[in-house]
């Protein structure tokens, strides 16, 4: 049994604790500052609390943080504050060369840092998700962590390669997802969106099948894919590519934040009117 702290259970944060505690681990999780959502989800998942990320890192062998992209670094330095000398685990969308600046960060105060990337939805089945190690000392915690859900898999490269990978995934599932939206709404604008479905249903069948999906897909989670798409449009710069259509991208999930965390998701009809109105 490995003490583990995750920071903090979200919808897809919770999901990854409760793979590890069904791994047989003693998963924790920092009540401080978090919102009553968020204690239900870590409840329903079995997670223990502790007050305070001071007492969440003195448990700790391994803390593992899963956060929006834009948050991932301050996370780390409050993790670092403490003093904390296991094994920190990012397993946020960030580029790169953050995950260079988070495991410098928690370095500093004595920690072992591991790159980490999550593919997929919430783990709460087999075969659906799969977390993505680099770095020093991955076989082992790929041993360790096994046996929940969650597929865990280390890759070859050092801290950012797993953070690479999830770049050039998302770069392409949320990316196109932006696109596909932002284009029926240009058409919308245009008077032309019923000739263009007419076309699509012609020619390309299954993005007509894709609209309402993906509109409700990616409402109520455009404001934390907006940090997300940032760092794609980084890190597709820092190697010489054009990061513009990713920048246009995170425009386009934050013209939708209005829809966040809506419950029931909003409808392709709500989703274009929202592209609209910020055009």
Not at 252 to 259: K, P, S
């Amino acid at each position: 049994m490995t003490a583990i702290t995750v920071l903090h259970p979200g919808a897809m944060g919770v999901s990854v604790a409760a793979s590890f505690v069904a791994a047989g681990h003693d998963v924790r999780w920092v009540a401080q500052g978090r919102s009553a959502a968020t204690s239900q989800r870590a409840t329903a998942a079995g997670l223990r609390s502790v007050d305070q990320l001071t007492a969440g890192c003195e448990h700790a062998e391994l803390v593992v943080s899963v956060c929006p992209p834009s948050v991932a670094v301050d996370v780390a330095r409050a993790v670092a504050a403490t003093g904390f000398a296991g094994t920190y685990l990012d397993a946020n969308a960030i580029s790169p060369e953050t995950a260079t600046k988070v495991a410098s960060v928690v370095a500093a105060s004595g920690a072992t840092p591991v790159d980490g990337s999550i593919i997929g939805m919430p783990a709460h089945r087999a075969d659906t998700t799969r977390l993505y190690l680099s770095g020093s000392g991955v076989s082992e915690w790929v041993d360790k962590l096994t046996g929940g859900p969650l597929a865990v898999i280390g890759i070859d490269g050092g801290i950012g390669a797993a953070s690479a990978l999830k770049m050039a995934y998302a770069g392409w599932t949320k990316g196109s997802s932006a696109l596909l939206l932002a284009l029926f709404a240009y058409a919308a604008e245009m008077g032309v969106d019923g000739p263009l479905l007419d076309e699509w249903s012609r020619s390309q069948p299954k993005l007509s099948g894709q609209l309402e999906a993906r509109a409700a897909g990616t409402g109520p989670k455009a404001w934390r894919f907006v940090g997300e798409m940032e760092e794609i449009a980084s890190a597709l710069r820092a190697v010489g590519l054009s990061g513009g259509f990713h920048d246009g991208a995170a425009a386009t999930y934050a013209a939708l934040d209005r829809f966040k965390d809506a419950s029931p998701p909003p409808d392709l009809t709500a989703v274009v009117e929202a592209l609209r109105s910020r055009a």
